[in-house]
């Protein structure tokens, strides 16, 4: 497909366009939509797409908005809050995975260098994919969510790290080693050196002239983005690792929010164009090999992957239910093993065939694992029996309040609604036994008369610890319904005589909780839009006289 081609350059749009509208209604990352369609245009299909040179810019734009845009949101921040579960799950599951996927390839045969590169491949998951499904879920501000966030940001910057490494070291083969060591710290200090001056004194300056036009802002980006990219490859290193560089000298600044809100779509548009050409370079010359070994590297992430997080996460003294929702994230590869794999090919490293086995890897993981996310609860619930093992074994044990103390009021959850409450009922003079299963909030909690534990709604056992004989009312703050209707039964069946407080997301929740047995349902969003709308009120309305 050359420059001049515009009608082909149309065709494969459109269809990409209708192959992302189908895997929207398959509720598929447009990733696997992408690739297919690259399949389908290129040689082993159509043969629309053969001169890429138009193809390949783009797509490598695209990389360098991605990469920038990861660089731009690094928020280490997230690590800390999330306590050290972050930084274990996350080295662990990569040290196990590369480890592992490692020993996999070389029993399957594969070459030393391709199955190092097949092993490190597997190790990586989607972050973009993560967040999208886990926003969708509304999951991303409850333990798991954050704790994967937490991770899978742990995982940005270990590719990274890879990506320095092959690119400083891949093509260095000569007799002067410490030389070439010497040269390329020098070089990669200089940068860094660089970056640090331009963040110190000339980019507040600049941004803020810039800013002034919203549209000059993206320029500004895109072109500072890509710049640095090319200057790190000029200096040996990858385009890949300068615009990640260029993304992180811009994070703290107060315009990394504008500037990533605005270029989301134009990396999503670009990156297009990655996939495109991915799938049109797959290899399917040993097809049949190549799936063989496809399907087993698959159920190894699609099983091994969250098993070590669940198996990290219990050690950690986590409830294995967070461990199994948390894990499964990281159950398949992510856009991060696709450039790796394509920056492996570029070096001369491995051949296309093992850039095709690593996407065939891709699309086998990504597709499933976006089903076992979307259907976390509904799996765990299935397995239950089984994982509940492991929390006997390992995990952390609830912490047990005295079972004659004296509340008013025993509350489940201290998220942002559930925090504020406990602070009005405190004010109010009721003694409050606040409950929650993550553990750094419990810990860092510090409210006068609020007393908190570790604990689990959805842990039957733990609500023999409780002093129910005291609590005139039990109130649960937690969004998801599930884990309100196993609250209510656990309350029942311990013969609870006092009322239940739960909260519902919508009315239609509202309704269902009700119908368990909810004395009362607290729908925080109506409440809120009532009061909203008598403030707008009282402003809207005339005044006398006016």
Known sequence: MELHDFPLIAAVLAVAAVAGLVATRLRQPLIVAFIGVGILVGPAGTGWMTAQDTVEILARL????????????????????????????????????????????IALGVDTVPALYIAVALTFSSTIIIVKLLSDKRELEQLHGRIAVGFLIVQDIVVVLVMIVLTAFGQRTGDHVALDV????????????????????????????????????????????VSVAALSEWLGFSSEVGAFLAGVSLAST????????????????LLLFFFLELGSNLDFTDATEQLGNAVVFSLFVLIGNPLIVVVIMVLMRYPVRVGFLSGLTVAQISEFSLILAALGLSLGHITNATVSLITVVGLITIGCSTYLILYSHQLYRRLEPWLSRLERTGSRKAEQPEP??????????????????????????????????DPHRVSTYD????????????????LETLPLGHARCVVSTLPLAEASKALVHGLRHHQYGGKIALTARTHRAGEELRSVGADLVLEPYTLAASASLHALDDVLRPRDGS
């Open 182 to 225: 010497a040269g390329v710290l020098a070089k990669g200090l200089g940068l860094l050196v660089g970056l640090a001056v331009l963040m110190r004194f000339v980019l507040p300056w600049l941004l803020h002239q810039v800013a002034r036009s919203q549209e000059l802002l993206v320029l500004f980006g895109v072109a500072y983005a």
């Open 447 to 462: 409210r006068p008369g609020v007393t908190a534990v570790f604990g689990s709604a959805e842990d039957v056992h733990f």
């Open 254 to 269: 107060s315009y990394r929010d504008a500037l990533g809100a605005r270029l989301t779509s134009l990396r999503d548009f």
């Open 62 to 105: 695209g990389i360098a908005v991605l990469l920038f845009l990861v660089g731009l949101r690094l928020d280490l921040h997230l690590i800390r809050t999330t306590g050290p579960v972050a930084l274990a799950t996350g080295l662990g599951q990569v040290l196990f995975t590369s480890v592992m996927g490692f020993l996999i390839a």
């Open 404 to 437: 004659d103390a004296e509340v008013d009021v025993i509350l489940y959850g201290l998220g942002r609604f559930g925090g504020q409450l406990a602070e009005r009922l405190t004010e109010a003079g009721h003694r409050v036994l606040a409950v929650d299963f």
